[in-house]
Structures are given as C-alpha cells and as structure tokens.
C-alpha cells in the first residue's frame, strides 16, 4: 500500500508536470519592455533629481497582460540602491523617480504580467547635476572699438567643472543698467545658451554695438543647463570719426611759405597721444606721403610757386578715420595758392592825344594775375630828390589808371612811377613805358588861358577895376573875357562866377553859371546883398588849361533911416523921440546890436555926435532928446543917424538922410 501510494504520487506529479510543460509550450512568451528613456526636453542631464520614464512594449498579449512595472535603481558604481520596487497602475510612464544626488544613475525596469511571469530587463541612464560651475572670465578689449572694427566676445574658461561638464555659454548686453542672460535665476535652457558647443565655444561676434559703453554679463552653463554666477566684460565703443579743422590757408593767394595747422576733435575716445597705436592728426601735401603728429595737432609748411592740395586727416583712440571737419570717409582737400613772384608793370606806349592827362599803366602776372584793388601812379618833378607824390588812382584787373592835374604844377618835365600788385600781394614799380623809354612829361600839356574880368557889364567899361561900391539893395553887372595866351577868343564856355560874402551874412558863398559869347567875352548879374568878394574861374579841359580871373571886391553899404517925432521941439517942454532903423537883409546883427551913433547940426557949423545908442535884434533904436537952452530958440536943427562898420558886419558905413526939428 505504500509503494503504491508511493506511485500514486509520482504518478500525480509527472501528470502534473506534463501538464504544466504542455501549458507552458502553449503559452506565448512574457511582455517585453522596449525603449525604456527619460524623458527630458534639455538633453541627457538635467537639473532635477525626479526623473520622468516611458517606454514601449511588444508583444501585447491579451491573454496575459502586464500588471505591473518593476524596476531597480543602481548607484554610478553599479550597487543597488534600495530593493525592488514595484509599481502597479500605468504600464505606459512612470513619473517621480529620484536619485539620491548628482552622478550618473542606471535603472532597470520590467513588466510583471497576470500570469506571474517577469518580462525580460530594460534600462537606462539617469544623469544628475545639479551644482552650478565656475564663474567664466570673459575678457574686456584693452581699448576702444571703432566703426571699422568688429566687438568679438572671448571668454576665458571657468576654473574647473561639474558633473555634467560645460555645455557652454549665456551672455546679455546692456548699456550699464543690469540685465540677465536667462529668465530662470539658475537655469539657463539649451536656447538661452548662445554659446552651446562646449567649453571651447568660447568666442561671439557681437555684431555692430551702440556707441558709448556697453556691457557683457556672461555665465558659465553645465551640461545640466545649470549657470555659474555672472561675470562681466566691458566694451567701449566709439563709432564716430574725429573731425578735423585746417587753419592757416590764405583766402586767396599767398606771397610766400605759408604754414597751415590741422586740429582734431573726438568727443568719445578723444585725441590724448598714447604712442604709435594712439591718436594722430595727419597732413599730406601735393598728393605725397603725410606727416603725422601725435595727437591732436599737427602742423606743415606749404612752399613754392603754385596750387598746392592738402588733405588732413586723424586718428582717434579708437582707430576711426576722419577727414576734413565732417569726419568723412574720403580725403578732404584744402588748395593753398602761392605766388612768390613779383609782376610786371609799364605805362602805356603813348599819351592819348585827346587825353594827355590820362596817366596808364599795364600789370601783368601770368600766376596769381594782377590785383583788382591795389597799385598807385605818382609823379615828381625831374631831378628832384623829393618823394614822388600818389596820384588818385583807380584800379582795375591789369590796369592802373589815374588824371594828372597838370594846371596844378608849374612848367618843366616830371616823372611818373607806377606801383603794381598781384593777388598774392607781390608789389612790382614800374617807370618805363611800354618800348622801353622812360615815362616822362612836360608841362604844359594844355593850352594855357587866362581870364580878364571886372566891373561894367557887357561892354567891360570897368574891367581894370578891381572893387566897387554900391547902396544897400543894389545890383551891378560882372563880367570878362575868357582866351588863350595867343590872345584867341574861346567862345561857349562855362564860366562859374562865384561870391563870397563877408562874415555875418545869412549865406556864405552863391555861384553864377554863365557861358562866354562868340568873342569870347561874358556877364553875370550880381543880385543885391551884403558885401562879397567875387571870382570868375574856368574850370579847363582836357586840352585847355583852367584859369581863375582877379578877386574884386564889392563893398554894399548899410542902409539907415531916422525919424523925428515932431518938427518942432518946444524948450523945457516934453522931449522929441528920434528914432529909425537899420536894414538887416539875411544878415544877423552883432551880440549887443548895432552902434548907431545921432549926430546934429546947426546953419553954420559941422555935424557933431550927441548920443550913440544900440539897436536891437530887428534892427531898431528909439533916443527921447529933450531941448532946454534957450538959444535953441528959433534955431533950424538937421540931425542925422550914422551906423559904423563892425568886423562881423557885411556892410560898409552910411549915413541916414537928415531930418530937420526947429526949436520954440
């Protein structure tokens, strides 16, 4: 019964075992995972020590499906990290899976499926980093960075590096007022990583900078996207060309060496010299090699007869370029003129028969050309040692022009010199006319003619006399004859009479404008007025000689009234009034008036003073007189006012008519 049992049971377990192998040899092979990986949007590392995984899985059997993930965590050295876990729930992704710190993790993970059965191992790495790296040293420019020069970014690498190693780098700009090269205080992401090659991307053009200072802030980023803290580099960028001044060029032609300066202005870098790599202010003449002076000045001599260019130019301290006072791109060229050589100067061939005083002279100058403003014809007498005399002289370009009043100078020869300029100032003389024989001329050129001239009107009754007088308002008739020294008559020509009145007349001189007949003879009429002096002139030609008549005089007398208030002055009764007036014309009185001095007389005896009293401003005096001798009883007066002549006075002495009072 016992080996039967015995049987039995081995009999039972081999069935049993068949069974199982049969059901095993039907049934399909556990779930598989596949492509077990983290997900991660920034590469293998990440900052996070939470690791999110998905996967995929083949083949999907409906009979004995997965109902479990399990998985185990192994540390950067290859020992688990803690048991296996099992996690029922999604079978697509796990979230939330951590890692005790930075380092390089492995996990391994499978399906349990319903039937109990464990699917072949997958895993993965699980890279964590979360330490920030070193600070990186970006390198500020030694100087300023010009238009023409590129701003280059070169960063020195951090000292050391984490875990994850040196993705690459951030970097902002700014002006100086703070920015940030990531939004996230610790993180950058693989896009704000402007530099994302490694360690070695350590170079960035930055392209054209606003000028001014501007500011670099630069990290370092790890391989987990985690930045260093912020370093910084300067750049100082000026983008404006120096301007440059020239002073010291002629506006016009110059006589000589001239001496031009250059000085340069740069508001940003500036012009200090700092040696040969430093700012220059540069000068080139005529096209040659330039000279160059450090800093903000230069200066050069331009020599020699010509037109000379000149280009000027700098150099700032951040290398920019500049021409001329705009800071252009191009040479600017200045043109200084010199003309070292004097001109060439004659007087014309010949006198002009119809001119002879007309004086001319010729400059010439193949260079600069003659000057349109400057030169001076003078004249001397021959052989004298006196400096000549400056003629007035109009200039014009090429030509010196001036009239020699002959009728000035006595008879003899004179010499005459011309002085000419070129526009650069070169002076030249000149005496010499045009065929090489000295300019030279003999006075007279003109005619000469003389004017005879008196008192007598028409018929020149009074010509030898040389004064007249005449009563207060009277006229009198002027006149003369203009001829040549040969006696010849010279008819129509204009002839100024002019007169000259005496102190204290209301006018000073009057001119008469008369033309001579056919004889040669001429009048004037003399309106009346003070007393004058009178001149006849011919004012000449150019081929007759001017000529002034004799200085006559016309005297006027003064002109005086007197009244008696009664014909008959009563002795010892009330007084008679004399009184009158002197006629004043245009002229004023003296200060104090008129002297006016009454005198009388009686049958017999001469004329005797009395009283002498002023007249006032019109002219008018009044003198009350009163008789108390008896022995004027019957006695026939004539009493008579005189006035005297005064300095200041244009009229000679007079005499009023008398007037007669009889005593009682």
């Not at 100086?176 to 939004?183: K, L, N, Q, T, V």
């Not at 002879?356 to 002279?361: L, V």
């Not at 020294?485 to 002019?498: F, H, K, N, Q, Y």
Request: aromatic share 8%; proline share 9%.
């Amino acid at each position: 019964m016992k080996l039967r049992a015995t049987s039995l049971a081995l009999t039972l377990l081999t069935v049993a075992a068949l069974a199982a192998a049969g059901a095993a040899a039907s049934s399909p092979e556990p779930v598989r995972m596949t492509n077990l990986s983290v997900v991660s949007a920034e590469g293998e590392w990440q900052a996070d020590d939470r690791f999110d995984l998905v996967w995929g899985q083949e083949p999907a059997d409906p009979t004995y499906p997965p109902v479990a993930v399990d998985y185990q965590l192994y540390s950067p050295g290859g020992a688990a990290v803690g048991p296996v876990v099992r996690r029922a729930g999604s079978l697509t992704h796990m979230g939330g899976l951590r890692v005790p710190g930075p380092g390089i993790y492995t996990v391994e993970a499978w399906f349990e499926d319903s039937a109990g059965r464990f699917g072949p191992r997958e895993s993965t790495t699980l890279r964590f980093d979360n330490s920030p790296p070193p600070p990186p040293r970006p390198l500020s420019p030694a100087g300023w960075i010009g238009a023409d020069q590129p701003a280059v970014l070169r960063i020195g690498h951090p000292d050391g590096a984490p875990p994850s190693g040196i993705r690459g780098y951030a970097f902002s700009l700014d002006e100086g007022g703070g920015s940030y090269p990531c939004i996230r205080p610790t993180v950058c992401t693989v896009a704000e990583t402007d530099l994302a090659n490694g360690v070695g991307d350590d170079e960035a053009l930055l392209g054209p900078l606003p000028e001014g200072t501007t500011v670099a802030r630069v990290v370092a980023v790890s391989g987990a996207g985690v930045r260093s803290s912020v370093a910084t580099a300067v750049f100082k960028v000026d983008a404006t060309r120096p301007m440059v001044s020239l002073s010291g060029v002629p506006n016009g032609w110059a006589a000589g060496p001239v001496r031009v300066r250059a000085t340069a202005r740069d508001e940003t870098s500036g012009m200090a010299a700092a040696g040969p790599a430093g700012p220059f202010t540069g000068i080139a003449l005529d096209g040659g090699a330039p000279a160059v002076t450090l800093g903000d000045t230069g200066t050069a001599v331009v020599a020699g007869s010509g037109l000379h260019p000149v280009a000027y130019f700098a150099r700032d301290a951040a290398g920019n370029i500049g021409f001329g006072p705009t800071g252009a791109t191009n040479p600017v060229l200045a043109v200084v003129q010199i003309d070292e050589d004097a001109p060439r100067v004659r007087f014309a061939a010949a006198q002009d028969p119809s001119e002879p005083e007309r004086i001319e002279a010729t400059v010439a100058d193949p260079l600069s050309g003659p000057s349109p403003s400057r030169g001076q014809i003078a004249v001397r007498a021959v052989g004298s040692k006196a400096r000549f005399q400056p003629l007035p002289t109009t200039v014009a370009t090429g030509r010196l022009r001036a009239v020699w009043d002959s009728d000035s100078y006595p008879p003899g020869k004179y010499e005459f010199l011309a002085t000419g300029f070129d526009a650069a100032g070169n002076a030249a003389v000149g005496s010499d006319r045009e065929r090489g024989a000295r300019m030279i001329l003999v006075n007279p050129l003109k005619t000469p003619v003389r004017i005879e001239s008196g008192f007598g009107g028409r018929h020149l009754r009074w010509l030898h006399h040389t004064a007249r007088t005449v009563r207060y308002g009277r006229g009198v008739r002027f006149g003369g004859r203009l001829r040549t020294m040969s006696g010849a008559p010279l008819a129509d020509r204009e002839i100024l009479v002019t007169e000259y009145f005496d102190a204290g007349s209301g006018a000073t001189t009057r001119t008469i404008r008369t033309r001579t007949a056919a004889d040669g003879s001429f009048t004037a009429w003399l309106a009346p007025g003070p007393s004058r002096r009178v001149v006849a002139s011919f004012a000449g030609t150019k081929l007759l000689s001017r000529a002034s008549g004799r200085t006559t005089r016309l005297s006027v007398l003064a002109a005086v009234r007197l009244r008696a208030s009664s014909a008959v002055a009563r002795i010892g009764r009330a007084p008679v009034v004399f009184s009158g007036q002197v006629a004043l014309g245009d002229a004023a009185p003296p200060r104090g008036g008129l002297q006016v001095e009454l005198q009388f007389r009686y049958p017999g005896a001469e004329w005797s003073e009395f009283r002498t009293v002023q007249t006032d401003a019109r002219g008018h005096f009044r003198y009350p007189y009163s008789f108390s001798d008896d022995d004027s009883r019957g006695v026939r007066f004539q009493f008579r006012a005189f006035v005297a002549a005064a300095a200041d006075w244009p009229y000679g002495a007079a005499y009023s008519r008398p007037v007669f009072v009889t005593g009682l």
